[in-house]
């Protein structure tokens, strides 16, 4: 096992950000399919027992009806992808897109404990998960890989803002003794 592991390491595929490109890109695609179902009643319909008990959703059918709730998921699901994907080459953007989508699956995740009929009873109920409930639960691991989107990308703005005004305050050190070699040659 130990000759594996050190082979592994040694490997290009722990060298870089491979994981980091990889994540990302799985979110932008996932958020393309996720915003693509929300155009079509199949899925505004699938969507009315998660809204219906959603504690931070459960407003949107009153104010923008089953198909507008909908399509409204649906634009915030590809607003975030979208945001995702730019972040390959702005990491500012990158930040905004991983923050919507904490947002968006913290949102998801809080459903988990209201809905009905979610726990297996012939198994004992909880933690036998069962229908929607099961489904929801991918939305944990999807919030967490939504969060170590932001930290990385959080982290990567911090350093490139620190690096800037280094280099700038460097810069101005460098102009203000050029212009004091000068005024003591004149």
Not at 18 to 37: C, E, K
Not at 91 to 120: E, N, Q, R
Not at 159 to 175: C, I, L, T
């Amino acid at each position: 096992m130990n000759s594996l592991i050190t082979l592994l390491t040694k490997t290009r595929l722990l060298k870089g950000e491979l994981d980091y490109h990889l994540v990302r890109a799985s979110m932008v695609i996932v958020y393309f399919f996720f915003g693509y179902q929300k155009w079509f009643d199949y899925e505004a319909q699938g969507l009315i027992p998660f809204f219906t008990h959603g504690p931070l959703i459960f407003w949107m059918y009153t104010v923008f009806g089953i198909k507008g709730s909908s399509y409204l998921l649906g634009v915030s699901e590809w607003l975030f992808g979208a945001l995702l994907l730019a972040g390959f080459w702005n990491k500012k953007v990158g930040v905004l897109g991983a923050l919507g989508s904490i947002v968006t699956f913290f949102c998801t995740v809080t459903i988990i404990p209201f809905m009905p009929d979610g726990w297996a009873k012939s198994a004992g109920g909880f933690p036998a998960m069962i229908g929607n409930v099961a489904f929801l639960m991918k939305d944990v691991v999807l919030l967490a890989v939504s969060g170590y989107l932001f930290k990385q990308d959080l982290l990567r703005v911090t350093v490139a803002d620190e690096s800037a005004r280094h280099e700038k305050h460097e810069d101005g050190a460098w102009a203000t003794s050029l212009v004091k070699s000068v005024q003591a040659k004149s």
